[in-house]
């Protein structure tokens, strides 16, 4: 009875297992047999194919635990694949995770975050540039002034654009973080002016209280924490209410005093997709952006306090400074 629920187990897990008698296998799971073939009593190293064998070698030889990535050769399947390769020493088992289609899934996501980037840049630069020249020679002060109109939206766009890129990059982890002197005055502008169309649906009133000229921190992580919570302040205010901004050296604060989170729920606030019962009815929203912030923070070494009451409001405080603030 064990071993059949121990095989039912192991046949619906999604690595590849090879229990081991020395360097003979003796049983392999379900996905084992699909990937590699019926392989019992088969040497694992005159089955297995791959980069850095070498490593695996050692680890049986010395009966040391390990684990790394390396290409593995699939005759079945044909071709190298990417796996994950554990290998526990104390019960002699080797487990192999197919990591090829996540591979292929970051690639997707970096080509595509090449491509648009690329591809919206180009055209942007070339707009601006003739709007610049339009606005120069222009004298009748109406199209002017409609001139300015389309170049500031042409620059928020190429935000955009950057923020994508750089978010996209962050989400696999090749991001790395800036450290330059950023205009706290122009950063609360340039975020208030994208969420306007929000702040004026609502009639919400948005009192800013700028400390600090500047601030030192990663313009793009800043920038998109400020922009979120400020996103999100508005989405989950009562109409006709307001909402606190702060900045100083050492912390970015938004608060609003709206919906709030139950405390039964606090601790789920920065996990992705999640939003609560009174959030969905309230407004439309995938539920990323305290997931955003929390991945940039950590991204950045920033801590984050979050306080809440239901029905009442929230404050988030983002300590962009732990160093002076601990």
Do not use: C
Request: net charge negative; proline share 1%; hydrophobic share 40%.
């Amino acid at each position: 009875m064990r071993n059949d629920v121990f095989s039912a187990i192991l046949d619906n897990i999604e690595e590849a297992v090879f229990v081991l008698e020395g360097v003979t296998i003796v049983y392999q799971n379900r996905l084992a047999i699909e990937y590699f073939g019926e392989s019992s009593g088969v040497n694992i190293f005159d089955l297995l194919i791959f980069e850095k064998s070498t490593l695996l070698v050692e680890a049986i030889h010395d009966r040391k635990s390990t684990n790394f990535e390396a290409k593995i050769f699939l005759n079945k399947k044909g071709g190298w694949h990417d796996f994950l390769v554990k290998y526990l020493s104390d019960i002699n088992v080797l487990i192999l995770k197919d990591l090829t289609f996540v591979k292929n899934v970051e690639e997707a996501k970096m080509n595509m975050s090449v491509l648009i980037s690329h591809e919206l840049k180009n055209p942007l630069g070339v707009i601006e540039s003739l709007l610049s020249d339009l606005i120069e020679n222009e004298e009748d002060e109406e199209k002017i002034d409609k001139l300015w109109k389309i170049e500031k939206q042409s620059k928020r766009l190429n935000r955009i654009i950057q923020q994508i890129e750089y978010i996209t990059m962050a989400q696999l982890g090749l991001y790395v973080p800036r450290k330059e002197s950023i205009n706290t005055q122009k950063l609360v502008s340039e975020v208030l002016e994208d969420v306007e169309h929000i702040r004026q649906k609502k009639n919400i009133k948005i009192n800013t209280n700028v400390i600090a000229k500047q601030i030192e921190g990663d313009p793009f992580i800043v920038r998109t924490i400020l922009k979120n919570l400020i996103s999100n302040a508005l989405k989950y205010s009562f109409e006709n209410s307001q909402i606190i901004v702060e900045i100083d050296d050492e912390k970015m604060v938004v608060q609003d005093f709206g919906i709030g989170v139950p405390d039964s729920e606090k601790e789920k606030v920065f996990s992705r997709f999640y939003r609560t019962q009174t959030a969905i009815k309230m407004a439309s929203g995938s539920g990323l952006g305290l997931a955003v912030v929390k991945h940039l923070s950590n991204i950045a070494g920033y801590k984050i306090d979050f306080e809440s009451q239901h029905l009442i409001g929230t404050k988030v405080t983002v300590w962009i400074n732990k160093n002076e603030h601990s």
